[in-house]
């Protein structure tokens, strides 16, 4: 389990360390003509644009892109239809639900972390509720009393701390991140194994960071380069960095 | 919430709202609920909760792709758009089916292609859900030249999909009779389209609805691109107004427990925005997509308009520079400096205002005059319409052109009465 964490871990440097050890030899300069708008004449010296990240890997990052779509479209949206096909609507939301339960109790730790004492409460409240009534997750008996749902990772807890981003990073499979968020993905995910190696049998154990990975594409509608729009890769940048920044702040 | 509601709200607060005009019709409606009455907020803001029309939570909105042009070989930056993208929405006995078409920039799954998916569905419709020709996708893949904006092409571009969408349905469904609708520039669409299918017959269509149309394209934009004038202290302030806003949004943000339907609406009212700015927000989102659209025509063409001409970019190119420069430029500028150049040699006798003044409704005025079957719905406060131009639609359909008092651009699609009447426009008369 945790070797395939790992593995994810380890095999963004090694992506990086591919992009740049294929960079292209420099060409012999190709003067094209101008175009009708040209940036120099048009954007004013040393302008900075709104939705600038900083993305020192940008073409590394635009690999990693380019490849998640392509697991995309063969293995994870197959499987993704294939769970829908099999399995009932009712039974997916119970499981959806007995991973947000996991989720809540990451949310409870790192709260801890970030000295709030109101989602720690929210986010116990929410556990204590779902793991008995809610018979170990599967019913979200605390979303229908109406108990709120804070989110809180241990990448935002480091950016509670005053860490920055570092960075941006499109990781393997999971998409949008940076150095910050990538590392705090690791503290997590061994909580929650934590938790669950208490939990469950071995045989589930397994299959549960499947059932995860599934669960979490099923209900995560972006699909990649559907904007159709050139500057999609920009745009997801500003917004996931821009998105992440006010969950800090949250 | 996952990351990609929040881009989708986001984003969709700035870019969803399309797209409105002193106007001086008289109001047809009387006793009208829609409770937004200024013309700005109605356009961001849309359909406060409690006014929705009651429709089903999900229906079976499937994504397709259909290859247009199988021989066309895409420019690697734009490698993934070689299939145009829709949806269909299909009734499992004979019914009659609609096409919808989307407003400027939008794709066939945005929200009111959805909402009016929903709500024909539910009437018994098949439904056909379209990208407008000004989304990226239709650009690459469904786009004869490459270069959209022409009433007549986008039309043929349009009418060629939507003969194919039927044809590969075949056997699959059974239609009783065709029908079509879009909304902003969608609408537009749908008149021209009904007129060549006069002459096609592939459809013979049997109601046309155009929602909160453009008169003329070239006054629609210009004043869309001219919004961006509101921002305080000009275009080279863009960066702080645009910070406020992120900032201001930030706040409401961490109040909320879930960005959920209302949340606009909230975010508006606690934000307390000015009609100014929120023009020069509509501006802005018009401008970012308009962008990503006129960048990739150049991309498809190699015209030369802000990448150079001849220069291959791959997949994995750079572009922040022509971001930035697209984010300069106007819609207006990509009329005046690559629309017209473009399609020059097929027009020799016309002038350039002449030209691109043809893309209008009023070219066409004799043509809606004396078809019954094509009807208006309109707003008389609609944000795209220079002054007076409303005063078209009354003029040309009559009693066929319904305009509420209030609703700005496309705000109160969504609202319980608009709703009605859309559907209503299609099942009158129908066993």
């Known amino acids: 389990m945790k070797s395939i964490m790992l593995r994810v871990c380890v095999l963004a440097p090694a992506l990086l360390l591919a992009a740049c050890s294929s960079t292209p030899p420099p060409k012999p300069e190709t003067v094209y003509p101008e175009p009708v708008f040209a940036a120099n004449r048009v954007v004013p010296a040393g302008s900075v644009p709104i939705t600038e990240v900083y993305d020192p890997w940008e073409g590394m990052n635009k690999r990693i892109y380019n490849f998640n779509y392509h697991f995309d479209q063969w293995v994870f949206l197959p499987v993704v239809r294939g769970w829908q096909a099999v399995v009932p609507e009712f039974a997916r939301t119970g499981v959806h639900n007995f991973f947000e339960n996991f989720r809540d109790v990451r949310t409870m730790a790192n709260s801890i972390l970030q000295l709030s004492p109101q989602k720690f409460f929210e986010s116990t409240g929410r556990v204590l509720v779902n793991s008995t009534v809610g018979l170990f997750g599967v019913i979200d008996v605390a979303t229908a009393m109406d108990i709120p749902k804070p989110d809180e990772d241990f990448g935002q807890t480091l950016g509670y701390w005053g860490v920055g981003t570092g960075p941006y990073l499109v990781l393997p499979l999971l998409g949008p991140s940076n150095v910050r968020d990538g590392v705090g993905l690791y503290p997590d995910f061994v909580l929650q194994n934590y938790i669950q190696g208490d939990l469950l049998s071995k045989p589930l154990r397994a299959s549960a960071f499947l059932f995860d990975s599934i669960d979490t594409r099923e209900n995560t509608s972006f699909r990649y380069y559907e904007t159709g729009s050139a500057f999609e890769y920009q745009t997801v940048r500003w917004l996931y960095s821009t998105k992440r920044e006010l969950d800090v702040e949250k | ?431």
């Open chain 2, 1 to 431: 919430m996952t990351t990609t509601h929040f881009l989708q709200r986001f984003l969709g607060g700035l870019c969803l709202l399309s797209m409105a005009s002193f106007a001086t019709a008289k109001a047809t409606v009387e006793d009208y609920g829609y409770p937004i009455t200024d013309r700005f907020v109605a356009t961001v803001v849309g359909t406060p909760e409690g006014y929705e029309a009651d429709l089903p939570k999900s229906i079976p909105f499937k994504k397709r792709r259909i290859d247009i042009f199988p021989d066309r070989q895409l420019p690697d930056l734009v490698w993934y758009g070689h299939e145009m993208i829709y949806a269909e929405v299909l009734q499992d006995r004979p019914a009659p089916l609609i096409f919808l078409i989307a407003g400027t920039g939008a794709a066939y799954n945005g929200g009111k292609n959805v909402n009016m998916a929903k709500a024909f569905y539910k009437a018994g419709f098949h439904v056909i859900s379209l990208s407008s020709p000004t989304f990226p996708n239709f650009v690459t893949s469904a786009s004869t030249t490459g270069v959209v904006g022409h009433s007549e092409k986008d039309a043929e571009d349009l009418y060629r999909a939507m003969e194919m969408i039927i044809a590969r349905l075949g056997d699959d469904i059974e239609v009783t009779s065709y029908n079509v609708t879009g909304y902003s520039l969608g609408g537009f669409n749908a008149a021209y389209v009904s007129k060549l299918d006069e002459e096609r017959k592939s459809f013979n269509f049997r109601r046309v609805l155009l929602i909160n149309p453009p008169v003329s394209i070239y006054n629609s934009i210009s004043l869309l691109d001219r919004m961006t004038e509101n921002i305080p202290g000009g275009e080279d302030n863009f960066n702080q107004f645009f910070d406020k806003l992120v900032k201001a949004f930030s706040k409401i943000y961490k109040d909320s427990d879930e960005i959920g339907g209302d949340f606009l609406y909230q975010a508006y009212r606690a934000m307390n925005l000015q009609d100014e700015q929120l023009a020069a927000l509509i501006g802005v989102s018009f401008r970012m997509s308009s962008g990503s659209l006129v960048f990739t025509s150049d991309v498809m063409t190699d015209f030369g308009y802000v990448k150079p001409k001849g220069l291959m970019l791959d997949r994995y190119a750079n572009l922040s520079e022509y971001n930035q420069v697209m984010g300069r430029l106007g819609f207006t500028d990509y009329y005046h400096d690559f629309f017209y150049p473009f399609y020059k040699e097929q027009y020799p006798n016309m002038s350039r205002d002449e030209f691109i003044t043809a893309i209008s409704l009023r070219t066409i005025a004799d043509y809606l005059k004396s078809s019954t079957k094509i009807t208006v719905m309109h707003n008389e406060n609609d944000i795209i319409l220079e002054p007076g131009e409303i005063d078209f639609f009354n003029e040309v359909f009559g009693d066929r052109a319904t305009i509420y008092p209030v609703g700005g651009h496309c705000g109160n699609m969504n609202y319980r009465d608009n709703v009605a009447h859309m559907v209503a426009t299609f099942t009158e008369g129908v066993q």
